[in-house]
Every structure is written in C-alpha cells, then in structure tokens.
C-alpha cells in the first residue's frame, strides 16, 4: 500500500502562487506515475498535471500548462505542484495521484480510473 499526504494548500489573491506538495509513504516502489488533479464544486475531477518517475518526463493539461510546474524529489519521495499566476477559476480541492505504469505501456497519462492511490486533497482558494 502508497500512502499519499498533500500540504501547502491555503487562500490566495489572483496573480499568486502556491505551492503543493504530496509525500509518498508505504510502497512506493511500487508506483512510478505521479499526478496533481482538482475538482471544484459540483464539478468532475480533472488531471492538471503529470510525472513520470523513469525519466521525470512531464505532462500539463491545457488550463495550467505555462503557469504551473510539477517536480519530483525522488530521495524524499515527494512531488510538489509550482502554482504561479493564480485565477479565481483555478479554486478548488487538489489531489494528489500515484499509479504504476508497466514497462513499455505508454505514458502516465491523466486519467483518473487508471490511479489507484489517492491523498486526502488539500483546498486552494483563489480571490479576486
């Protein structure tokens, strides 16, 4: 079993920045792929961002790609999530995702059925 802890979550104006970060404990040989996803109020859960722990390759949804950074610490296990540049619309609870991907299958991707470890979330606000 991963055990997935996030922290860094808070309220903040519009135009800051955040940061999160989701410590992996437990198994974590056992997980390879790690995401940041969100969801609002009465809203899907949807992946903002993505990293592959084999070649610390990156993958960043439409909405947050230029304005947030995901990065790895591999010796502490944790993965932390640069918000910059924040929007009202951006407010929301954040989860942090681990997965497995097997050798040879592709990339993480950010679908959400496919990650079998979850963090109780952490709340970002973001005022106008």
């Known amino acids: 079993q991963v055990q997935l802890v996030e922290s860094g979550g808070g309220s903040v104006q519009a135009g800051g920045s955040l940061r999160l970060s989701c410590a992996a404990s437990?198994?974590?040989?056992?997980?390879?792929?790690m995401s940041w996803f969100r969801q609002a109020p009465g809203k899907e859960r949807g992946g903002l961002a993505r990293?592959?722990?084999?070649?610390?390759?990156?993958y960043y949804a439409g909405s947050v790609k230029g304005r947030f950074t995901i990065s790895q610490d591999k010796a502490n296990n944790t993965v932390t999530l640069q918000m910059n540049n924040l929007k009202p619309e951006d407010t929301a609870m954040y989860y942090c995702?681990?997965?497995?991907?097997?050798?040879?299958?592709?990339?993480?991707?950010?679908?959400?059925?496919?990650?079998?470890?979850w963090g109780q979330g952490t709340q970002v606000t973001v005022s106008s």
């Open positions: 990293i592959y722990a084999g070649d610390g390759s990156t």
């Open positions: 995702a681990a997965r497995w991907l097997p050798p040879s299958s592709g990339v993480c991707g950010l679908v959400r059925y496919l990650y079998n470890y």
């Open positions: 437990g198994s974590t040989d056992s997980i390879n792929c």
